[in-house]
């Protein structure tokens, strides 16, 4: 990294395993998300850090990520935070080799890395947005929750105008504590999930659940027991947060649709395959399987394209 306060940019250096390309066909994926924006070959983002609003620019070239921020370096702190961020945000501590050993012995794996090499999670590193997303996901298309996390964001979150682009940030858990079910309906979300939603930030602003306090557990069952406690948090929601914001390379959303078709395709069957029959093929994945199931979920794009 380069922090040289005289200049506004950062350099990271990410692991060999790692395509900037393939992760931004995760990123853009829906012309309704509002969190990112990418604009050529750029991933611009907007972060809140302390009480200031950072916008940076991020691009990759020669092995390098090179980090601007077109509204002037902001100070050290600031830009170890942003650094600390992108490298949560793509999984950087994640050692693909193993992965790719496993997955090279596997039939279902094999030609998928192959083809996505060097894509790697794109993760949710706040908590209260992995766990209210994949609320929102619940029992709706893909197209659908995007419309609500739309408008949720746009409705409660902070923006920054520059250059006639709008970047908007999450709402907090805080701002969200304070709100309504009607809110919520407004937006057209169900009742069920409005309470959901509501009520997962009422137990962070309580810090009855907190980021640090799932992580501490450590052990995934555990963490998994702790999360599916929480109205409104089912095994696949937990595991889909595991997976996103909790970094455990175990999780494994194995009731997932998408993930069912993926394997259909890839395995040429007639029909999906059982959940007995995705146990027994991801005892082959053990330790990887949060990165199966995303470079599975990867090759459904290819079929729509």
Same mark, same amino acid.
């Given at each position: 990294m380069n922090w040289n306060d005289h200049i506004s940019y950062i350099e990271i250096f990410p692991p060999k395993e790692f395509n900037f390309e393939e992760c931004l066909v995760f990123l853009g994926r829906s012309s309704h998300e509002v969190l990112h924006q990418i604009q050529g070959d750029f991933l611009f983002k907007l972060l809140k850090v302390q009480t200031e609003l950072v916008l940076f620019k991020m691009g990759f070239t020669d092995g390098i990520i090179r980090v601007e921020f077109p509204l002037?370096?902001?100070?050290?702190? =600031?830009?170890?935070?942003?650094?600390?961020y992108i490298w949560e945000w793509?999984?950087? #501590?994640?050692?693909? /080799?193993?992965?790719?050993?496993?997955?090279?012995?596997?039939?279902?794996?094999? &030609?998928?890395?192959?083809?996505?090499?060097?894509?790697? %999670?794109? @993760?949710?590193?706040?908590?209260?947005?992995?766990? $209210?997303?994949? %609320?929102?996901? &619940?029992?709706?298309n893909l197209t659908f929750a995007y419309t609500l996390k739309k408008?949720?964001?746009? *409705?409660?979150?902070?923006?920054?105008?520059?250059?006639? *682009?709008?970047?908007?940030?999450?709402?907090?858990?805080?701002? =969200?504590?304070?709100?309504?079910?009607?809110?919520?309906? /407004?937006? &057209?979300?169900?009742?069920?999930?409005? #309470?959901?939603?509501?009520?997962?930030?009422?137990?962070?602003?309580?810090?009855?659940? $907190? /980021?640090?306090?799932?992580?501490? /557990?450590?052990?995934?069952?555990?963490?998994?027991?702790?999360?599916?406690?929480?109205?409104?948090?089912?095994?696949?929601?937990?595991?889909?947060?595991?997976?996103? @914001?909790? *970094? *455990?390379?175990?999780a494994f959303p194995i009731t997932d649709v998408g993930l069912h078709n993926a394997l259909k395709s890839q395995l040429g069957l007639e029909h999906k395959p059982t959940i007995e029959e995705i146990t027994e093929m991801a005892t082959y994945w053990e330790g990887w399987q949060a990165y199966a199931t995303f470079y599975l979920w990867r090759s459904l794009y290819d079929e729509t394209t």
């Open positions: 002037g370096a902001p100070d050290t702190t =600031i830009r170890r935070e942003v650094e600390a793509f999984d950087f #501590e994640a050692d693909l /080799k193993i992965f790719y050993k496993v997955a090279s012995q596997d039939k279902v794996l094999q &030609q998928l890395v192959d083809n996505y090499y060097g894509l790697r %999670i794109m @993760c949710i590193p706040d908590l209260f947005e992995a766990l $209210t997303w994949a %609320i929102m996901g &619940q029992q709706i408008r949720f964001v746009e *409705h409660f979150g902070e923006n920054l105008t520059v250059d006639g *682009h709008t970047y908007w940030l999450y709402p907090t858990y805080e701002r =969200i504590a304070t709100i309504g079910i009607e809110d919520l309906r /407004k937006l &057209q979300f169900i009742g069920r999930k409005a #309470e959901y939603v509501i009520g997962v930030a009422k137990e962070m602003e309580n810090r009855t659940l $907190t /980021k640090e306090g799932l992580s501490q /557990k450590q052990d995934y069952q555990q963490m998994k027991k702790s999360l599916v406690a929480i109205r409104g948090i089912g095994a696949w929601t937990a595991d889909y947060v595991l997976m996103k @914001c909790l *970094h *455990h390379p175990s």
